[in-house]
């Protein structure tokens, strides 16, 4: 019983420091990552901008359901690793960049992606994704800056919609100027 006490109390301890350190990090962070796709601009963009098509290259993605547009662009919820999830479109400037942020409240984490998308070469694209996001909950928080880290998300894109073009890219960390949180 001595040893159950000690193991309890090791984990409470672990627990509340790892809030502690949660609570103590920024809530909102500017990320941007950038990759090379081999495929032309308008067939890239056609790919990030089709939901419907997402659960086909995305393995993170198991359906889709398409909802009514907003006058900013589509609107559109997946449902996956995460859960179900709500985005919408803010901003839809084709066939070179998008606006897309989470519209569910009530969720531990937010936020926004610009993408971008710019010819790289004669058959190649420069895709570059700028989140903006914010982890509400500090044990989230811990876990998206020290154990997931912020990119893992934009590196998973950018690695499928490589894929989805029949190739591999290395996803970069690119530096944000002017971002909405400062950086």
């Known amino acids: 019983m001595k040893w159950f006490f000690i193991i309890a109390g090791t984990l409470a301890v672990v627990i509340a420091t790892i809030a502690l350190v949660g609570a103590l ?3 909102d962070h500017v990320v941007a990552m950038t990759a090379r796709i081999a495929g032309k ?3 890239v ?9 997402f659960p086909e290259w995305r393995s ?6 398409l909802l009514s547009a907003t006058p900013t662009g589509p609107s559109w919820r997946e449902h996956g690793s995460n859960g179900a999830v709500t985005y919408a479109v803010d901003s839809w400037e084709p066939p ?3 606006v897309g942020r989470i519209a569910d409240t009530g969720l531990p984490f937010g936020g926004s992606w610009e993408y971008r998308v710019e010819a790289d070469g004669p058959s190649a694209s420069r895709v570059t994704i700028i989140e903006r996001g914010s982890v509400y909950n500090p044990i989230f928080r811990f876990v998206s800056r020290f154990i997931m880290g912020h990119t893992s998300t934009m590196k998973t894109y950018l690695n499928a919609l490589a894929r989805r073009f029949g190739g591999e890219t290395t996803p970069t ?10 950086l």
């Not at 993170?60 to 359901?65: A, L, M, T």
């Not at 960390?173 to 400062?182: P, Q």
């Open 25 to 27: 990090l920024p809530r």
């Open 41 to 43: 601009p308008d067939d």
């Open 45 to 53: 963009w056609t790919v990030m901008t089709t939901p419907a098509a």
């Open 60 to 65: 993170d993605v198991k359906r889709i359901e």
């Open 96 to 98: 070179k960049r998008f």
């Open 173 to 182: 960390e690119v530096a944000v100027a002017g971002g909405a949180h400062g």
